[in-house]
């Protein structure tokens, strides 16, 4: 059983998330609060750490993990943003909207073997000024067992990971709803409306959404 650290963001100061998020960055697992939903997150390098989430939230191989940043500066990095994602991430980000991108030479490991990149500049205050004290994406995914509901109260999600990650950061109930998922692969295609509307990113984008 792991010694789990837990915080309230509340009483963190800005050396602490330094200093925490580092740590994440080099392989510590973390249980964070999104703009979404509670998420469970580490380096996006860090092999090792991404295989134990995958194995700690029996999630199956074929089900990627989102990457998220702390600005598009730090996406542009790992992936190509054309003038699709200009427009949808001028609007949207920070905020509920998960793109899929095409990697750049410098991101093609993160991909996994997948064709894209998940990339996501979240809204949560606490959690973007996190992840700008990284140096890379946090890989991450909603922190639920695989296909079950996702957590929102407290006391729940420190009976589900409590010994089983390095750190816990406490911001009370959070709203359930997920992020609106755009592959920007080729043609725009809605992979899931969430937070966002399809009529509202059909807008800024110009073009209307596939669906899948």
């Known amino acids: 059983m792991i010694q789990t650290r837990v915080f309230k963001v509340s009483d963190l100061q800005a050396d602490e998330i330094i200093r925490l998020a580092r740590a994440v960055e080099c392989g510590a697992v973390a249980v964070?609060?999104?703009?979404?939903?509670?998420?469970?997150?580490?380096?996006?390098?860090?092999?090792?750490?991404?295989?134990?989430?995958?194995?700690?939230?029996?999630?199956?191989?074929?089900?990627?993990?989102?990457l998220l940043a702390g600005n598009s500066a730090q996406v542009r990095q790992a992936a190509i943003f054309g003038p699709q994602a200009e427009k949808l991430a001028t609007c949207f980000w920070p905020g509920a909207l998960t793109m899929i991108l095409p990697p750049a030479p410098a991101g093609k490991s993160l991909a996994r073997g997948f064709a894209g990149l998940g990339f996501r500049v979240p809204g949560n205050p606490f959690l973007v000024q996190f992840l700008q004290a990284m140096s890379v994406p946090m890989?991450?995914?909603?922190?639920?067992?695989?296909?079950?509901?996702?957590?929102?109260?407290?006391?729940?999600?420190?009976?589900?990971?409590?010994?089983?990650?390095?750190?816990?950061?406490?911001?009370?109930?959070?709203?359930?709803?997920?992020?609106?998922?755009?592959?920007?692969?080729?043609?725009p295609l809605l992979l899931r409306e969430g937070a966002i509307s399809r009529a509202t990113l059909e807008q800024t984008l110009g073009v209307p959404l596939r669906v899948k």
């Open 32 to 66: 964070l609060p999104t703009d979404t939903v509670y998420g469970i997150g580490t380096g996006a390098y860090q092999e090792e750490s991404i295989h134990s989430i995958y194995a700690l939230k029996k999630r199956p191989a074929t089900s990627p993990l989102q």
């Open 139 to 187: 890989a991450c995914t909603s922190a639920n067992l695989h296909g079950q509901a996702v957590i929102t109260d407290e006391k729940i999600l420190l009976d589900t990971f409590d010994g089983k990650v390095d750190y816990i950061f406490l911001s009370g109930t959070l709203s359930p709803q997920a992020s609106s998922v755009v592959d920007l692969m080729a043609d």
